[in-house]
């Protein structure tokens, strides 16, 4: 209401001040709402763990190269909207490995929808016994049916020159562990690469980028199955 001496010249500045407060209010609340917008699509992400070692790790690979990205890459090409985090550690044994799954899971900012577990390729190339490494596995498999966290065994195979007795105990541990706590078995993380010089780097044991491709390409539709 317009109060005696005052003119409606003497109240643009007011109105004028008012539009330049809602223009505020209105850019303000748009911007909340697209931050809120990409929190929420975030928040509703899959979780998805690669826990292993150099294989998921990408070692000795350029960003964007290694599994990892590759595999969140290939999961929202196929739809899926999903996050892969980087656990793997080069060089981690299945002891190195057991020793750190608890704080690992405990640093992360939400409950994963799946582990992918891959451990147990150092243990083979260092000659540990297999009954060291599949009590190892087990206690992880154990840790992360305790948190009902749905897990991807991923399987490694011993190389004939390891001798018959070697590689017959060192192989059966993941089906063995697999079929004990109910989980999905991936049976062999290289396959299709670990015969194939082109699809792998200089040391003939890591895959590079053209043999990450043919990994993620193999494991896409288990680890989309088993979200």
């Keep these: 209401m317009i109060g005696p001496g005052m003119t409606s010249a003497k109240m643009m500045p007011i109105f004028a001040g008012m539009t330049f407060s809602i223009s505020r209010l209105r850019q303000l609340f748009f911007a909340i709402a697209f931050l809120l917008s990409g929190t929420v699509a975030q928040a ?9 070692d150099s294989l998921t790790a990408g070692y000795q690979l350029a960003p964007g190269d290694g599994f990892v990205p590759q595999l969140e890459a290939a999961l929202r090409r196929s739809g899926l909207a999903a996050r892969v985090h ?3 550690v080069s060089g981690d044994t299945s002891a190195q490995g057991r020793a750190r799954l608890g704080w690992v899971l405990a640093s992360l900012a939400a409950k994963p929808d799946l582990v992918i ?3 147990g390729a150092n243990d083979m190339l260092r000659g540990l016994d297999p009954a060291q490494t599949k009590a190892n596995i087990d206690a ?4 992360l049916k ?4 749905r897990v991807l065994l991923a399987g490694m195979v011993a190389p004939p020159n390891l001798g018959a007795v070697y590689s017959g105990r060192f192989n059966a541990i993941y089906p063995d562990l697999a079929r004990k706590y109910s989980v999905r078995l991936y049976p062999f993380f ?3 690469v670990a015969d194939h010089s082109r699809l792998q780097i200089a040391d003939a044991m890591h895959p590079n980028r053209d043999g990450v491709g043919v990994i993620v390409r193999s494991i896409l539709p288990v680890v989309r199955s088993s979200l």
């Design 44 to 52: 509703a992400d899959k979780l998805v763990v690669a826990f292993g």
């Design 86 to 88: 980087n656990a793997g």
């Design 117 to 119: 577990l891959e451990l």
């Design 140 to 143: 992880m498999l154990a840790e």
């Design 146 to 149: 305790k948190r009902k966290i």
């Design 190 to 192: 290289m396959a299709g």
